[in-house]
């Protein structure tokens, strides 16, 4: 298995992109990352994306997108696994560099969903869970979190607020990060009277979802000696009902995916300079924590508390504002995860870098953590 | 890059089943998969599938898959080419056996089509070719192949009973095919009076959607001396549109990935002894067999015509019915074709079998040949 680098990058700021399609998105964050590689042309184009199928009646989207590209013969395909899609399609093109076939691999992640109406993208984003064993029910996805948030509480004897610093580090970073949907800082008191979405889950609880593109190109590492490097790369899944875990308030798929990139890259968590993980939900971000390896089960809030997770913190996560400041536009999220961990091992995340960073660690979820990819990636 | 072998092989027969919900289908063709190929934990579980967004709610196939198979913590992530999907899935687990990484990968294709109205088939379909620019205007995707085959029939001069050898072999082969939809040969009368679909395609021009599942578990060869061999793996992309085509009678994305095919198998055209097309339209197969050089441009037809595609012809096609009798569950189409190919090459297609046949190819095609996906196939 050979080496993979990363060697061009490119992003759409995440906003409500009127006037630009869903062809319109992924095409400029393509375009941005091979120029930024200095390549014409791809030898295959992966495509993460959720909702295309029934919220922009596009199921073909590998070849609309290399067709538009003008990339036409280019091998191309969608991944789809929820919000893990765009991790998904990392993790392939990375398969596909290393097994010797492909040279030059695009891997885009794009969403286009506010050109419709909130009850069409809530079904949509239900699609995530089990359609015949929890959605049936009724339950939306947020619905959800908020059933496996407030058992935490419980079982841990926490309150609303104590899960206030994840919001408030994601909006600060969030500000640093031009394309960022949210650019301003957050108060503690604007924490506590964030209007309830799915009580215990409030406004600040939970990360909005936009219009974004984010793409990378990959190489051999062989090729490009300059560029950032991807020293493990895992995907696993649990089951996808959160009924059917022994422990609703785990993630195992996390588990299982994070120590198999660790084993992967030879680290440790302790050797992680930032984690770009997914809190879709603040719950989601202390399960990923105490998951993969940060913090002891019950105690991903505390260490939040501590301080450990901001940029001059033990871990920083969310770095560049993370899905809740940044904006979780689904399918494309784990790609801005990729672009930004790798913005930071460049050193070109500006007013967001990290200091020394050498090791980015990225962790892409779908539906309750039924879908984890995760990527740990080098500074060369 | 390792070679990859086909160890397991399960399908189950292309119906309306009403008792079977989309992952029933998934796992008794993936489980059945696993035990023929004596394997019973996957690395890795790549789903082929085109509606299940939209039509059964589902935007996390693979995680649900990999679950209810009992095969918790394997990968897992969906594959989506329109009609292309299956095949596409094929690829990516090829791709990542050749990789080094993974050893057992399943790969399933699967759709369940029968639980809805066909006004919505038809937009799901619809889903296959551009949605801004095709099926905005409400041309449907019958409709869009039919306008390329009254082209065709303009450029050659060709009458639409000249189509028939097509229907006739593949539902003369399909009755040999305990898993075929439909299961009895056809007369040219039959053939001649076929009602009108979208003219100038009738019935008999047109294949059947339904449900169906279809599944290979992938090995490196060197662990598999006896398994049917993956001789070429190649996807290929065409304009999406029709109209962005300097010739809409022309396949060209079928020819690239022909082309490429070939040149991984080190054979050319005569070398196969069978061919599972894409003959989701009678003009489809006819535009298939000239792109991939069996047949001059305009001769498609006329080698039809003269008997070469039947299973004593010069080049079999359809062996086990294709898409027009065997059934087209669309995402899982390109595994049906696989599946059926690779028996052939074991010698245990039954009452279908083509003599000495010792290389197969397929070629699974996503929209009007956007995304083409070919496979070499050859006895160990």
């Keep these: 298995m050979r080496e993979v680098a990363i060697l061009g990058v490119g992003q759409i700021p995440v906003r409500e992109h009127w006037e630009l399609s869903l062809r319109d998105l992924a095409i400029i964050a393509g375009r941005e990352a091979m120029k930024d590689a200095g390549i014409e042309k791809a030898d295959a184009i992966y495509v993460g994306n959720m909702t295309s199928g029934s919220i922009n009646q596009q199921r073909h989207l590998g070849a609309l997108v290399a067709d538009f590209m003008g990339q036409r013969s280019a091998e191309a395909v969608k991944m789809e696994a929820a919000c893990g899609s765009a991790g998904s399609a990392m993790r392939q093109g990375i398969l596909a560099v290393a097994s010797g076939e492909l040279e030059r691999v695009l891997v885009i992640g794009v969403e286009k969903m506010t050109e419709t109406s909130g009850k069409e993208i809530t079904a949509a984003l239900a699609g995530a869970a089990d359609a015949d064993f929890e959605a049936i029910h009724g339950v939306s996805f947020v619905g959800l979190n908020a059933l496996v948030m407030r058992r935490y509480m419980h079982e841990y004897g926490l309150q609303h607020r104590d899960f206030a610093p994840f919001a408030l580090n994601a909006h600060a970073n969030g500000a640093k990060n031009p394309n960022a949907l949210f650019q301003s800082p957050i108060t503690l008191r604007q924490y506590e009277n964030g209007r309830i979405v799915a009580d215990p889950i409030t406004l600040y609880d939970a990360s909005p979802i936009g219009d974004g593109a984010a793409a990378l190109l990959l190489v051999p590492a062989e090729h490009a000696p300059e560029a950032v490097r991807v020293a493990g790369s895992a995907s696993a899944?649990?089951?996808?009902?959160?009924?059917?875990?022994?422990?609703?308030?785990?993630?195992?798929?996390?588990?299982?995916?994070?120590?198999?990139?660790?084993?992967?890259?030879?680290?440790?968590?302790?050797?992680?300079?930032?984690?770009?993980?997914?809190?879709?939900?603040?719950?989601?971000?202390?399960?990923?924590?105490?998951?993969?390896?940060?913090?002891?089960?019950?105690?991903?809030?505390?260490?939040?508390?501590?301080?450990?997770?901001?940029?001059?913190?033990?871990?920083?996560?969310?770095?560049?504002?993370?899905?809740?400041?940044?904006?979780?536009?689904?399918?494309?999220?784990?790609?801005?995860?990729?672009?930004?961990?790798t913005l930071q091992l460049r050193d070109m995340a500006g007013e967001a870098q990290i200091e020394d960073a050498r090791i980015g660690m990225t962790q892409n979820i779908g539906g309750s953590g039924a879908t984890v990819v995760t990527h740990i990636l080098r500074r060369p």
Excluded: W
């Design 237 to 341: 899944t649990d089951t996808l009902g959160i009924h059917d875990r022994t422990d609703p308030i785990k993630l195992e798929g996390a588990e299982t995916s994070a120590m198999r990139a660790y084993a992967q890259a030879g680290i440790r968590p302790q050797d992680v300079d930032l984690f770009e993980l997914h809190d879709a939900f603040s719950i989601m971000a202390a399960l990923s924590l105490e998951a993969c390896g940060f913090a002891d089960p019950g105690k991903g809030v505390a260490m939040a508390q501590a301080g450990d997770i901001t940029p001059n913190g033990r871990i920083p996560i969310s770095t560049m504002g993370g899905l809740k400041a940044r904006g979780h536009p689904v399918g494309a999220t784990g790609l801005y995860q990729l672009a930004e961990a």
